[in-house]
């Protein structure tokens, strides 16, 4: 990092160190006990770890969901939205799906086919209209979450879920291999792979290169002969892909059953994520377990502390602010 | 039979419904008019649908409530003013941010609260309550104060083109600030008038993308006040045909029909990107889509 | 009003855009501020208005002196500004306008506003006919210049300042311009009109007032001036002489015709240019000219006819464009139209070969590629990898031109190539056209200086509305012929 990215580093953190501060005076804690207590609830143990890890991976997959068409200079803020229908489409597959053996490849390709078109749909409306593909996305976020619930409630209901609505349960032989002896599935690597694998690409590879001069100045499509709307297409799909990954992955081999809004605003965090880390893969990937960390480590900080564990939800929250507050004005400083 | 009794009262369940809305509504169009997108006003309502209860609970006041919900989410605006105006930052991210903070924060601020039944308003003719009587008022005061007052016109230029505002004398920032302010004040109106008058309780996250269907609607509203009402009623009437469904126990899928707020507001944006650039408005907004 | 501004300096980081300039500015006068684009101009005047606020010196006026630190306080002084780009809000309409910018305009304006009818008056007496309920955004350019000028009396201004007001104006308007800006200071007002061309200074002013570099370098009356005078006071030096190009060949093949092309707001546009030839185009800004640029060089798509190189069809309605490596491509705004601001200038130089690159193209060797082309075209800082955001308007343009020029084309479109260019590299621009056109490239040149095209074009095209209403032989073109045909009224029309 160089003179000015550790300086907006610096000063993002003691902007957030000051305003978690705040917050823990505010209910009456002493800052180093709570952000000991988080800290031990989100790696003390071998199965905070994992559950931190767990948390993490529908977030760095939802990251990379956005950062792709971020490359590109798109706002894409539907990751949730892709999570939610990538879920709906594997599950489908689930329950049309045959033999056990092909149930696993079935489900997950459900779950990328599921993604990558819920993007397409904003893709092909920016590409065809002009729509400004925030607006589309968030729109669409809320429409793929009420097809679950209907579905969940409806047509998929399953007979056993008698309280809380949600389908059958997902077979063992449709769920992603664990990792070791926690709860942590392959889909965690498959993250971390994919995200090397797309930094490499944006940073040595031509089409990195592409996405850099489209992203510049769009206007120089025809000069290079470039097509935009190609790459507004790819860079959507293979973003939505990802979440429609991360949702099939929640689905089938966290939570064994698909049920309504289960996301867990990993869209959200996931978005907030990408955007922080400048669109670049590496420190968006630290980012996401540091936020997964923070996340997982609310029900262990309520039995620590007895602070309910909505205040990781308050933390996060100031983090961001604190992180675009913080480079927003080192930006702005560095104009003049 | 089932007809009647589906149709009866369903103009004020519709009414009641939108009420809530409206008040967000006329709040992100003012903030829009100022040429500010905030969507953060999800985490607003929700910090206003929180303050409003808790006050309404430990006082039995449901006017102060509401004045408490606005004073909240006006505050959490400020936030987003900051981080706009005085830090330059993004405004999705920074609206993005906003409504993951208000989002913790009610549910921290909330979780007492949980289970906790209040008197709210008194119930006047044909089922309806002052909050209504509030948002619906409140229309015309904003479209006539916007259109016919020169502070509206001075408003209305910052959002077109705050560079021509400030040759005119106008110190573009204040106005983009009140703009915000304003619409932190109505979402915050608009959550309480949820928690203390539409359901009579407090549940995290309880909005239910209620700021963000505002987002959407202002568009269908065409930035314009008076057409926020007929927006608000679409929204309205859609949730409360949704609930008679659901308790019914009807054929026809309720969360289906709750889509359809949302699938509206991005047919009518579709259509007007494809003929006007941005999809009309305010041109600094038209700057923020258009890129 | 008696406005004298003395010693005032202003840098912006490290460049000094106003450097100890005095100047004085008298009642009942129009003083021509001249100088090359970059010299100061609209930067002192800015000064003065409260955009900016001096890091040194004073501003007095009537004597006194006084701090502007903002266009609210200039106004209230009795100081008017009318902009290049108008300070209108074009979604609102023109009473909207004039009621925004009057301190004393009442609270409520919406219908029936009974004050409001002495803002329609004072805006007929300027601009006849005009209706004041229509949007700002629906008024030809002249009369949004008006309105703006309407806006600036209404507060009672003592002095007016004119930026840049002919650029966007057809000769006739800037005559009706030049006759109410006399009336004005018949009235006893201060007129500071801000220029670069020379006409305007002959229209109307009695003073002139030169900058350079930052610097005020004189100031005399305007009939004690002559042209060449002036010219050297902007300058500094004697201009540089830009070769003229080869009277072209009769018969040379034709590289590049245009058969009923339209795009745009262009239409049915038939232009012909042969090898070593350069056409010039005239004509007032929106007229079509940058359509039909952007229509050849792919960026348009063609409504209508066709293009064609070298006997081979370029560009028709539903041909798919591709990228053309035969045709360069000088685009408008080169910051915003031909750069990738936040990538380098090795790059930028190897955008067209984009597509042609290997799946992991090594940054070296871009950059070795790139470094003669820097280097002969002149493009400062002469680092590859520099972002080419950080360029000033006169090294764009050489990079652009590194890029388009440096290789034999077929053919050229230039669209303002040196808009907002400084005279040295006008020329250097100039150069790489030229001789081009001299080693037998068809080149279509749109400019905005009509005296640039009278001095090097081989043939003068006019556009107006979309169409090509006349086309001139250089030798046998005058301004006035050539303006006429830019303002839609052409007397006499030369093949």
Partial sequence: ?336 | MADTSLLQGLPASALRSAAPLLLVLLGECLTQRVGRINLGVEGQMLVGAVAGYGVTALSGEPWLGMAAGAAAAALLSAVYALLTVAARADQFASGLAVWMLGLGASAYAGSGLVGLRIEGFAVGAAGLTPTLWLAVALVPLVALWLYGTRTGLAWRAVGESPGAARAAGITPWRVIVAGIAAGGLLSGLGGAALSIDHTRSWAEGMTAGRGLTAVGLVIVARWNPWLTLPAALLFGLAEALSLRLQAGGSAVPAHLLHTLPYIASLAVFAVTCARLEGGGGPAALRAVFAR | MHLQLVGLSKRFGNVPAVDDATLEIRPGEVLALLGENGAGKSTLMKLLYGVHTPDAGRIEIDGQARSIPSPCRAMALGLGMVFQQFSLVPALSVRENLALAQPSAPWWIGRRASRLSALDAHVQTLAPGIDPDARVDQLPVGQMQLVELAKVLLRDARCVIFDEPSAVLTPSEAARLWALIRGLTARGLAVVLISHKLADVRACADRVAVMRAGHVVAQAPAHDASDAQIVEWMVGRTPPTVRAPRVRPAGAAIRLELRGVSAGSARGVDLAVRAGEVLGVAGVSGSGQTELAEAIAGALPLTAGEVILDGHRLRAPHLAAGPTPQLAYIAPEPLRNAVAPDLSLALNLALKRIRDLPFMPSRAQLAERAAPLIARFGVRPADPQARAGQLSGGNLQKLVAARELADARAAVVACYPTMGLDVSATAQVYEALFGLARSGSAVLWISEDLDDLLQHAHRIAVMFDGRVIALFDAAAATSAGVGACMAGRPEAVAA
């Fill in chain 1, 1 to 336: 990092m160089n003179g000015t990215q550790l300086q907006r580093a610096g000063l993002a953190i003691a902007a957030f160190a000051a305003l978690a501060g705040g917050f823990f005076g505010l209910i009456g804690r002493g800052p180093l006990e709570m952000l000991q207590a988080i800290v031990m609830a989100a790696a003390g143990s071998r199965y905070a770890v994992g559950e931190s890890l767990l948390r993490a991976t529908p977030i760095l997959l939802c990251a990379l969901a956005t950062l792709v068409p971020a490359r590109l200079g798109l706002v894409s803020v539907g990751a949730e939205g892709q999570l939610y229908f990538g879920a709906l489409v594997g599950t489908g597959a689930l329950l049309l799906a045959p033999a056990p053996s092909l149930q696993l490849p079935v489900v997950l390709l459900g779950g990328l086919v599921g993604g990558a078109v819920w993007a397409l749909l904003p893709a092909l409306l920016r590409v065809v209209a002009d729509v400004n593909e925030t607006i589309s996305t968030l729109m669409l976020n809320y429409v793929a979450s009420l097809l679950v619930t209907w579905l969940v409630y409806g047509p998929w209901k399953s007979p056993q879920s008698q309280g809380w609505p949600a389908s059958i349960e997902f077979p063992d032989s449709a769920r992603l291999p664990l990792l070791g002896d926690s709860r942590v599935h392959a889909g965690l690597l498959v993250a971390l792979v994919m995200g090397i694998v797309l930094h490499l690409l944006f940073t040595r590879s031509r089409w990195g290169l592409v996405l850099d001069v489209l992203r510049s100045n769009p206007r120089l499509a025809p000069l290079a002969g470039l097509s935009i709307a190609r790459q507004v297409l790819l860079t959507m799909a293979i973003g939505g892909a990802l979440a429609g990954l991360a949702g099939i992955a929640e689905t089938a081999s966290v939570q064994g059953r698909l049920q309504a809004a289960f996301a867990n605003g990993a869209g959200l965090s996931g978005f907030l994520v990408a955007w922080l880390a400048g669109s670049r893969v590496l420190p968006a990937m630290a980012l996401a377990l540091l936020v997964g960390g923070l996340l997982a480590a609310g029900d262990g900080l309520q039995m620590m502390t007895s602070v309910p564990s909505s205040a990781v939800l308050v933390v996060q929250g100031l983090m961001f602010v604190a992180l675009l507050g913080a480079g927003g004005w080192r930006s702005e400083v560095a104009r003049g």
